[in-house]
């Protein structure tokens, strides 16, 4: 957990150099927004089905979009795809049906061609941790080539 | 049940007539499929969630098209959409996970712009009926816009 | 649509009888619910995918109870089940990657051992119509007897 | 890729020690079963959304179980659950509508109270690998209290 306190981790090439001059604007580190569980998430271990999990990560992850200024589907609109290279979830507690949980995102890692989001699925005490994990995202075109994320997306997101 | 026994019906006006001379040649009327009832699929009740019933109807009318000689995606790959426009399910019992469910898809209207698929979901007896349901789809281009469904296609679905 | 403007239909067999001394109280009709639309409940066809929206549907109708007093999950603790025997939906238009949809719910018939649901899915303003539709319910036991509701919750469902 | 050939892993603690009589039964290391990506699986990238790789999973070890001789629906029969503590999934390449995929399930640890399944998504050829990942299970009761999996379950596991 300690890794949450750290800033984001900017790789040193060029790419990304010039995202260091907003290191010192103050960065809204983590978005958080709340999901109450739907019965279609539960499985019959009365409990929502791991899966799901993955589900509320992109929830989180738009939300994180739109916080920092754009949404998901503008970039999508410009020819850009974000495609899902690697995903990891480690559940500690289960979530019921109609609780409300709370999916917080944040940004782990930037450059103009990778990105690593962090989530944590808590209560809605916001105390007690369900779960937590990462998605690693390429930046791809329409034809699934990797192509550089445009600096004005980049800017967004590392605001 | 007694509409299962029925020919298709196939409206009379301009569009369908063609189809009207493929009526002699014998006729597939029904495709069946199995279908692994999976763990996601149950909700907390500890039984197949209701929505999950529409995804096996979309696996049952795959394999029905399949089977009348053409895949989905060709259609889809030609510009053609089959949007749903209208659906209708009755639940008479339950299905658990890890059973063995026979989905049975037949064709029960046709023509140039309107398609109507019916559906059985039994036991692996073939006997007790779990649901049964229909279908309503439209023919419409990649814009949206209604289109007549490509006369080839219209010969696969009929025969 | 006419339908929406009727009041609550109720059977006036003697389930039902103990429910109309609450006819005179002010009864709210509708019960309204925002869901974004998830990236996971589009499909390749770029609209949110047919059997979502009785997911959607759900959420509304867990809401509704939510709006009139009780949890559905108050009464899956009390041994009682209310499985889903019909439900039709009838598409208008489709719901696109984060737009957000209105799930408006209200109570179309309602005894001891049957509920009916009525759902509209809208626009965000309110006004243009995506979906509606209907579900139907048996209140059963635990091991899935035909059930009376409680009359508790009867008095919550109809106020 | 190269953790594939080692052999499961067992740890060296007492709970496993009756496992090693097993050691020298021909283990069959591998169980593959084919699924077809449905079009409900599809997002409006075009693909298989990531998710339902984690419902591939649990697809394919049902199936393991069921090649080594139970159905995990007899485990809970019994009162135990094996609940995901853990999951990895490395996306290489993407699934489409129609297609045919094998998922390829293994042993890759296992001890009374913790079992871990190691995945391949390939091509229908069984040469192009699509993602592979992990599953972490622990074994408890309907209580959720850790419990040892009975000797029978994990002789048929390492068998």
């Known amino acids: ?4 306190g750290d800033g984001v981790t900017q790789t040193r090439d060029t790419d990304t150099v010039t995202l260091f001059e907003f290191r010192d604007t103050k960065m809204k580190d983590i978005v958080d927004i709340n999901i109450r569980v739907r019965y279609a998430e539960t499985d019959q271990m009365g409990v929502a089905y791991y899966a799901n999990y993955l589900v509320w990560f992109e929830v989180g992850r738009s939300e994180f979009c739109r916080e920092k200024g754009f949404r ?5 609109a410009l020819g850009y795809r974000l495609v899902v290279s690697d995903v990891h979830c480690r559940y500690r507690n289960s979530a019921k049906y109609d609780e409300t949980i709370v999916v917080r995102t944040r940004l ?3 450059n103009k061609r990778l990105i690593t989001f962090g989530y944590q699925v808590l209560r809605e005490d916001r105390v007690e941790m369900i779960a937590e994990g990462e998605t690693q995202h390429i930046c791809v075109d329409s034809h699934g080539k990797t192509k550089s994320l445009p600096e004005k997306f980049l800017h967004y997101l590392a605001r």
Do not use: I
């Open 1 to 4: 957990m300690g890794r949450w």
């Open 72 to 76: 998901y589907a503008d970039l999508e």
């Open 108 to 110: 782990k890692h930037l």
